[in-house]
């Protein structure tokens, strides 16, 4: 089967989860400018989520590219991704809204390592689909960015226990890691 | 008429449908890890639709592989069938809300019946449509496991008055059989 | 410049429009399958502004079917339909609350008439693009149907003042007359 | 890469904040058709955040239809300028609660300040791509209206701390300036 429908899907989903926050964010209470301060907890927290499920989106959309069909697995394995993506506002929620504790910090992990491990499963649904010699194989390689940013959340759920700063400050690192678009897929696109 | 736009405005409506329950789910009121458990009730209401409306997509996505044309009572089938899904929310809530009860088993036992009988409705109205040679009818065949799905639901109905949690376990029942994608569809798929 | 997209970006919020209300539908506050019916109003207005804005996404995909070109003025004016069509929600959600009285019954038929007129002027709009001799211009004729919901509407406007319950009336009646797709468009379709 | 899938995903994200307003349309508390005039705020609210979405999703779709291919920078433009379209609908909510005061002048004022560089950052990184002979660069030319439009929302910032009415004023200008669709890219256009 072709990719077509499984991408249309994919970004509705996605279009849906990236800006249901907004419906969060309150006017301030005052009319001052200033006032806005006393949102930054929700604004800074939507931003976050913004930005992290924007990046898995380039990285759909980079992966897809490359991508010449798939097959009832690969559909149920982007579900599960969907899924795991969809529980990041509920988590930023509770980070944004408790400030960084012990509790939400290792929340956002878990579901950091749920959608990580998402991911890997539909690349590896993908991979199994294709041949050895295909695109696909040429541009993910061995997938060393991936695995890093597993064990750095599996590290951040970990350290989330004694000092959740260090777990915030891990998920910028990974988001930084994941916001340059995979330059193993743009250059195999570059020499078509 | 081709089924482009038909599919294209299912996607949207179902990708709007899979999400919406996103918006129920709250962050736990304290800041402990084991907090999330308070909320785990909705969790696992969320799940269900989740999963719930993942099947339907995936077998309307499988069902649309081999549809080549689509008329007005096919739209009009497809909108009752969006309508019934778009039900399935607030009844899984009710579920969730108030546990396994009487009530709220027989009502989402209804929703189930009607989602049921409308998709069995769209296939009947894509059947018409194409000849007896097609490759559509020789995929869905006599379509054993919608008939399956509906009796089964007909009968969790009637028990959710003596047992929910029976109805229940039919409820997960019917959704593993469906979770597997339509075979007959894949199997005509592949020798393509 | 092609329609394509004008047709996306109208899928996609005619798809959000139809699924909104399903946020307002709250499961019953009892365990008693029999407290459905304390919701009645409220599933009763969902069912009436899901069809409604159905049939409007069913008439504008019958129309777009014949439709080669669109330019900057057909732009706006489907997205004056996908405003007008954004109020019928809220109307509906009034009708819904206090039973029908004549605030809101005249406050939807002004919907109603903004959305008939609306449809009017992007069909006008159309019309304006295609040679006389085109597919469009056989398919819409002296566009009767239109016209007449139009006075419908009006009529239903002036008589929520007197007697509510004839306009609810004439609202089911213009529903009915428009559930049926375009014949004239379809009839073009088919001899093709 | 092409441009198709950052359309679509445009699409799903504009069609969503474009209507994520009516939820918080209330019918009224009356059942009195004048009663809607305690609700005329939020509806002129909701009126302006539609137009000015509307705004850039037509000037969005003018864009593209020259833009033959895009980049990863290309692609993290317009999730920035997504993100700033994201934040309309709750300063707009601000100024339609609060009525015309400084704090949600300025606030809005900046959000479109935001936009407005975002949309400039977007259509650069397409410039890049393009050759100087390409249909984008004759139709963008000096792009004189975008930083006119750019130095008015300096100017409605700046006067938002004096009298905010002159701010609400320039939005209202500005709006009416874009409004008219890109005549260098119709004119352009026409031509082929």
Same mark, same amino acid.
């Given at each position: ?12 989903? %996605?279009?849906?989860?990236?800006? %249901?926050?907004?419906? !969060? ?13 006393? !949102? ?16 898995? +989106? ?6 897809? @590219? $490359? ?22 506002? =509920?988590?930023? /929620?509770?980070?944004? !809204? ?18 990580? $491990? ?16 295909? @695109?696909?194989?040429?541009? *993910? ?13 599996? $590290?951040?759920? *970990?350290?989330?226990?004694? !000092?959740?700063? =260090?777990?915030?400050?891990?998920? $910028?690192? =990974?988001?930084?890691? +994941? ?5 193993? *897929?743009?250059?195999?696109? /570059?020499?078509?």
């Amino acid at each position: 089967m072709r990719p077509d429908r499984l991408i249309a899907f994919t970004d509705g989903v %996605i279009a849906i989860l990236i800006t %249901i926050l907004v419906l !969060e964010l309150r006017p301030p209470a005052g009319e001052h400018f200033g006032d806005i301060l006393d !949102e930054k907890g929700r604004l800074l927290a939507y931003l976050l989520t913004f930005v992290f499920v924007a990046i898995y +989106w380039v990285n759909h959309h980079h992966l897809l @590219q $490359v991508v010449s069909r798939i097959d009832g697995r690969a559909l149920w394995a982007n579900i599960g991704l969907l899924f795991c993506l969809s529980l990041t506002p =509920v988590a930023t /929620d509770w980070l944004g !809204e408790t400030g960084v504790k012990n509790g939400p910090a290792a929340a956002y992990a878990l579901v950091l390592i749920g959608c990580a $491990v998402a991911y890997t499963l539909f690349t590896l649904s993908l991979l199994a689909l294709h041949e050895s010699e295909s @695109q696909l194989h040429r541009a *993910i390689g061995d997938d060393r960015k991936g695995r890093l940013s597993l064990a750095l959340y599996v $590290v951040a759920f *970990i350290l989330a226990w004694l !000092e959740p700063w =260090v777990s915030v400050g891990i998920f $910028v690192t =990974v988001a930084l890691i +994941w916001i340059i678009p995979d330059r193993r *897929i743009t250059r195999t696109l /570059d020499t078509l």
